[in-house]
């Protein structure tokens, strides 16, 4: 039996290639196959090691700030005169959940030396952020000027200071980046659907504060140069997505698109019988357009078998048989901290089930 193994990383526990690792090691600790394992992402977390990896690239290492400015070491990773970036990287999610003082700013600092040492094409993987600023600290980072009620420069935009934007200037601003938004979701920048409503809750915010950021979301789209409330995607990190797209323009692609040209994704899965892939938490997100649900439309399009095996499954059903590490005597606190062990138990579970299919 061929078998391909395709997850996504499992946030705050295992990266993708050490989810690939324990299921390929609880199938083999049953029965011998023929295994691939091809550690994925979409536009989120492990992105760009997963490009950097299919693309044979490098990494380059540098300081920058995180959402609450503290300065972290980060990271870019490239090939030929290609840069690929990580919103993660500097302004990712912490446990730390305050979105309105947290700033994207980080992300503009690894673009600016991401440009500095040359190069001009940049792939942004999208998700995974902490922040929902609506870009503008990204923005700053990259010489755009942003001025509140009084004329006075907002020096580090952050969620709480977008209704206070009166004013902005994009003349200095880092010129001639060819960018590429590599998207894990097609969400708008605000209304219902957009940054602040759908994602401001799991960053911290309250229901007073989700409609605050989602009016500042509104305030900053009056002052870019184009208006981007119906671009598709623009509301990806927080509206990161939107506002370099609305300076900068570029192409908004699935991430996932971006990494199955890039690994043959389509060729692999034909070339299967069985495969599988997970995620951290599979629910009504994932069918926005995440990694899991993408997959299993692609297996349903070969006609081949799709397991999901996830940290945790809420109220969603996706391919042929899913598999979840919380159960009722194992919380998800258990599931995070022991996610190895169980997914090599579970990937047992699995081939036996398969066995008496």
Known sequence: MNILIVPDSFKGSLSSKEVCENIKAGIDSIQKHSITCLPFADGGEGFGECLCDFCNG??????????YLKKVKGHIYTYGDTAIIETATA??????????NATSYGTGELIKFAVSKGF???????????CCDAGAGALAALGAVFRDIDGDEIDFPAGKDLNNIYGAGFTNIVKDINFT???DVENVFFGKNGAAYVFAKQKGANDKQVKELDDGLKMINAFLPRDIRNVKGGGSAGGICGALYSVYGGKIKSGFDILSEAA???EKIKASDIVITGEGKTDK???????????????KKYDKKCIVMSGD????????KMYSLVEK??????AIKNADNLLYEKAKLVIKDLNKA
Not at 58 to 64: A, F, G, S
Not at 313 to 320: A, F, H, M, S, T
Request: overall charge negative; some cysteine.
């Open 58 to 67: 490098n990494i380059l290492y540098t300081y920058c700030s995180d959402i």
């Open 91 to 100: 302004s990712g999610l912490q446990k730390k959940k305050d979105v309105m």
């Open 120 to 130: 001009k094409n940049i792939i942004l993987g999208l998700g995974g952020s902490g």
């Open 181 to 183: 938004f590599a998207c």
């Open 264 to 266: 043959d994704l389509e």
């Open 285 to 299: 997100q994932t069918l926005m357009g995440k990694l899991v649900f993408k997959i299993s439309e692609l297996c």
């Open 313 to 320: 499954i809420e109220n969603v059903k996706l391919g042929d």
């Open 329 to 334: 005597n194992i919380s998800k606190e258990d």
